[in-house]
């Protein structure tokens, strides 16, 4: 028996020599993560409740200024594409954690590595399906505006859980002269500084390159030809649609609803399921 059990190797933890694993890498980045995060939510819901409004407040939602939605919009896909440089950065500086022996100390230690596995999947999830919903690509059988709200909600919710965890760990190492941070070898700092301006450099190219469809200045640099915008008359088809799309429907007059119906709202036939005013 004894010859047996010396045959099996040790369940044992690998191994990680890198020396910028560390908390303060992770809450430098971490900082920065959290900024788009909250950006992209924010604006997230803007977005969500002028195109899907609650009700009671539909006639008050403000339409003005005109160009405020494009704002929202253009800062909604700028942070959620920043965050993908950053994502992927702060998930190499914390993964060896993932190989921790024990797996779960306590509960509380099992519920909190729990969380993090939502936060981590929630992340990627929806960051991986909003970057492919710029270029209208939908590979999955599910819609996608009620999926990528609910999970918005839970990486919010899952987020604010591991602030609210890592806090005195956060708080250790948010500055050079932090306790923590004094307490890292001083010969790691200048390979710290340059992953982070690695990173901060991966941050500024993806988002160069894809904030033109809101900034016009930066237009040329757009790479996501999708919805850029162009000086010049529109194609007649409705926007975002194939060219080979127009004609199939004649534009309807547009129409204004009767006092005491809300609003005065134009309204296309392109509109969808809005009722007409003579049959609502």
């Known amino acids: ?76 896909v700028a942070s959620g594409i920043a ?8 998930l190499w500086t914390v993964y060896p954690r993932l190989f921790e022996w024990p797996p779960a100390r306590s509960v509380l230690h099992a519920l909190e590595r729990l969380s993090i596995g939502l936060l981590v ?17 939908y590979p999955w059988p599910f819609s996608f505006v009620p999926v990528h709200y609910a999970v918005a909600w839970l990486v919010a919710g899952s987020l604010v859980l591991h602030i609210a965890v890592k806090a005195p760990e956060i708080k250790a190492h948010w500055s050079r002269r932090s ?24 941050v500024g190219a993806v988002t160069l390159t894809t904030v033109g469809q809101s900034f016009t200045p930066l237009r040329k640099l757009e790479t996501r030809s999708a919805r850029a915008p162009a000086p010049g ?15 199939r429907r004649r534009p309807h007059p547009r129409r204004r609803l009767p006092p005491g119906g809300g609003r005065a709202a134009a309204l296309h036939a392109d509109a969808g399921r809005t009722a007409r005013p003579d049959t609502a």
Not at 33 to 44: P, Q, R, S, Y
């Open 83 to 90: 965050a993908v440089p950053l994502l992927l950065a702060k």
């Open 233 to 247: 008359p529109r194609p007649a088809g409705p926007a975002g649609q194939p060219h080979r799309c127009r004609g």
């Open 179 to 202: 306790s923590g941070t004094l307490a890292l070898p001083a010969e790691d700092a200048p390979d710290r500084r340059s992953l982070l301006a690695a990173v901060a450099a991966a």
């Open 121 to 137: 999947s929630g992340a990627v999830f929806e960051l991986f399906s909003g970057l492919l919903n710029t270029v209208q690509w």
């Open 1 to 76: 028996m004894e010859a047996v059990r010396s045959r099996i190797p040790s369940l044992r933890p690998p191994v990680f020599r890198g020396r910028l694993h560390d908390a303060r890498t992770a809450t430098s980045i971490g900082r920065w993560l959290g900024l788009a995060f909250a950006v992209c939510f924010v604006t997230g819901l803007i977005s969500h409740f002028l195109q899907h409004p609650p009700g009671w407040p539909a006639n008050d939602l403000p339409s003005r200024p005109v160009w405020g939605y494009r704002l929202t919009q253009g800062l909604h």
